[in-house]
């Protein structure tokens, strides 16, 4: 079992859908952070945030720490959203990042 | 463009080739990093390095040999690779190693081994 889980694994949407990723982790983190993968591979972070939420454009990630639970929402979703989101934190005051499997969205127009 | 680019993009071996993969990162950041991505697995940390020491290992076989000659690149060397070692290598960067900061992640190295 991953430390970290996310869900769903895949997710397709009609343009304009309002999106929600979950992630959630098994220990005591102190900061979390949400990745974008487009096809092709190159990898793109979104934010990273320790407590509270944050929004940067239609993208908002919030995080519970007492419940060990994030979410990343994409208001308005557009096909260019199309791509591997995922989660990341690194663990027991560590420096290393442990990755969910991330979730494939696929937004059609 | 995040500023960190790789090269190649794409790289065809047999097991008993020996070819290098490079990294190089226009940030001025301290830290640089190793991950592999198989199909259907989460990214795995490989090794990272921090003003050119290597401070994680993350019981990787010795068959692949980094090296950071200085903080804005980074190598790995491949040697006797397996089939299973068919991946998309991606190098990072980060100002100064923290779990905390922000990374910033080159297009990747794809890789096959025959």
């Known amino acids: 079992k991953n430390e970290v889980e996310q869900s769903p694994q895949n997710l397709t949407a009609q343009e304009g859908e309002f999106i929600t990723i979950n992630c959630s982790y098994s220990v005591g983190i102190s900061a979390l952070h949400w990745l974008q993968q487009h096809p092709g591979g190159g990898i793109v972070s979104l934010f990273m945030?320790?407590?509270g939420k944050k929004k940067h454009g239609r993208l908002i990630a919030t995080i519970n720490i007492q419940e060990k639970h994030s979410s990343l929402h994409i208001t308005a979703s557009h096909p260019r959203d199309s791509a591997v989101y995922i989660c990341a934190a690194p663990f027991n005051n560590t420096d290393k990042l442990i990755f969910g499997t991330g979730t494939r969205l696929q937004v059609f127009p | 463009e995040t500023g960190v680019t790789q090269t190649p993009r794409h790289l065809v071996m047999g097991m008993t080739n020996k070819k290098s993969l490079k990294c190089e990162q226009h940030l001025g950041h301290n830290a640089m990093y190793w991950y592999k991505q198989s199909a259907k697995k989460p990214l795995e940390l490989m090794f990272v390095?921090?003003?050119?020491?290597?401070?994680e290992n993350n019981s990787v076989p010795s068959r692949f040999s980094p090296e950071c000659p200085n903080s804005s690149h980074l190598f790995l060397h491949l040697h006797t690779l397996q089939p299973e070692d068919s991946a998309l290598y991606l190098c990072?960067?980060?100002?100064?190693?923290?779990?905390?900061?922000?990374?910033?992640f080159g297009p990747g190295t794809r890789l096959l081994v025959l």
């Open positions: 990072a960067s980060s100002q100064g190693g923290a779990g905390w900061e922000t990374q910033y």
């Open positions: 390095y921090n003003f050119k020491e290597q401070t």
């Open positions: 945030l320790s407590s």
